[in-house]
């Protein structure tokens, strides 16, 4: 491992909010260099420089499909048991088996054990430390704009939450070039880097009522599209 960022499903799981046995090795924002392969993988070789994702079967309706993020076994596979789907532990310390494979990788580690379904190859030259949230944070937010939201010309965007998913949904939509991209949050440095990513208009809602702003900045027409990454209930 080179690189993992830290994602809120890490904390929440710290925390207890989410089922995952402790104590564990945790991480899903991997990236680094293979170090060996097992005997059926070819998508990679010894030294390629890779990122880490979640895994899937590959085999169900929704792999099949195209959607490998909506597995059937998807929680099995990456989240609730801290172990393989066979049983078996990726970590040990001092001979015993500890929870890990989260989400098939458990980057928080300086080696891991991943699964080929999680693993993409990159560029050599490529920053790992910039590239590792693509396993979780930019690919949700940016996946949420391309592939559901899908903002066509003349409609307004509002991202609340300029985080890593917010931020990443800004620069997806900032690719079209004729979306009103609308980002809320509570910190004014990160609505700073929201415009210079793409933002046509930022709110701290902290100290702006946020739906009013909306009505004003829409001459009352509201927005057409919303992506909600605060995880604020």
Do not use: W
Not at 15 to 39: D, K, N, Y
Not at 118 to 138: I, M, R
Not at 177 to 183: A, E
Request: proline share 4%; net charge negative.
């Amino acid at each position: 491992m080179k690189s993992a960022g830290v994602c809120g499903t890490d904390l929440g799981v710290q925390a207890g909010h989410i089922p995952f046995p402790l104590p564990g090795v945790l991480g899903h924002e991997g990236a680094g260099i293979v170090e060996a392969v097992g005997s059926a993988v070819t998508s990679v070789v010894p030294g390629d420089h890779v990122l880490l994702s979640f895994t899937s079967c590959g085999e169900c309706r929704n792999c099949r499909s195209g959607h490998p993020a909506y597995c059937t076994y998807f929680l099995e596979l990456n989240l609730v048991g801290g172990q393989r789907l066979d049983g078996s532990a990726t970590i040990s310390k001092d001979g015993k088996g500890v929870h890990g494979h989260f989400f098939a990788q458990s980057s928080f580690s300086n080696l891991v054990l991943a699964d080929e379904r999680g693993v993409t190859k990159v560029d050599p030259e490529a920053d790992l430390a910039l590239l590792a949230p693509l396993g979780c944070g930019v690919q949700t937010g940016a996946g949420a704009v391309m592939n559901v939201l899908r903002p066509e010309p003349g409609s307004t965007l509002a991202v609340f939450g300029a985080g890593p998913v917010g931020l990443s949904a800004v620069m997806a939509a900032a690719l079209g070039g004729s979306t009103r991209i609308v980002v809320m949050d509570l910190v004014d440095s990160r609505l700073e880097l929201a415009r210079e990513l793409g933002a046509t208009d930022v709110v701290n809602s902290g100290s702006t009522d946020a739906l009013q702003a909306l009505f004003e900045l829409t001459g009352g027409a509201g927005i057409t599209q919303a992506l909600e990454t605060t995880g604020s209930t």
